[in-house]
């Protein structure tokens, strides 16, 4: 390019123009590239230093998913509703994520509510058996079910069965079903949200 004015300055023909134009081209380009040399750089840190790998479920960026493809620019997750995200490797290196994977079970954190009058340890063993029950509820590390809050109108239960990354959901909406069809069984009653009103006659 510097041949190109030097030999147009030479010929006579005005430059400053096209210098100015080179200038604005350049500037253009640079900006443009800015962002894919960051996320370049982002996938070559992604690959090198492996935060997450091909399979993991992650959340990063304000998405939740599993790793479907790591590419030199970008990054691909498919979120629980079936949905291709491209998360660019610059700010996803620079940023928070979160790997459910990289100890290799997750807690499914489940709340089942039951009436004040229910016996709470006939409560809790009814769940527990429903959880030993499932197929995919880990036996180690072991579930769990405690009083975690006397609510309005119900003693709710935390229910903490542990699964797989990729059995995360079928354990959730599972022991879910589960939980109710054993309480069911059992007699014991799950209570809908009630309010107790109390009238006093004003004096006359």
């Given amino acids: 390019a510097v041949v190109i004015i030097s030999a147009a300055g030479l010929l006579g023909i005005q430059t400053t123009s096209f210098v100015a134009i080179l200038g604005a081209a350049g500037l253009a380009v640079g900006l443009a590239l800015q962002g894919s040399l960051a996320n370049f750089a982002g996938g070559v840190l992604i690959l ?22 790591i590419n030199i620019f970008v990054t691909t997750l498919e979120n629980p509703q079936s949905k291709t995200i491209i998360l660019p490797n610059g700010p996803l290196s620079n940023g928070d994520i979160t790997n459910f994977s990289t100890i290799g079970h997750l807690r499914v954190d489940l709340t089942v509510g039951i009436s004040y009058s229910a016996n709470i340890q006939k409560a809790k063993e009814v769940i527990m058996e429903a959880m030993r029950n499932h197929p995919q509820v880990l036996q180690e590390p072991a579930p769990s079910v405690n009083v975690v809050e006397l609510g309005d109108s ?8 542990y699964a797989t990354p990729a059995d995360y959901w079928d354990v959730y909406f599972g022991v879910t079903e589960a939980a109710k069809l054993a309480l069911d ?9 009630q309010r107790v009103v109390h009238h006093v006659n004003p004096r006359p």
């Fill in 154 to 161: 119900s003693v709710n239960l935390a229910v903490r069965p």
């Fill in 48 to 69: 090198l230093f492996k935060p997450f790998r091909v399979g993991d479920l992650i959340e990063a960026q304000g998405h939740f998913g599993q790793v479907k493809a």
């Fill in 185 to 193: 069984q059992a007699g014991i009653e799950i209570p809908f949200p």
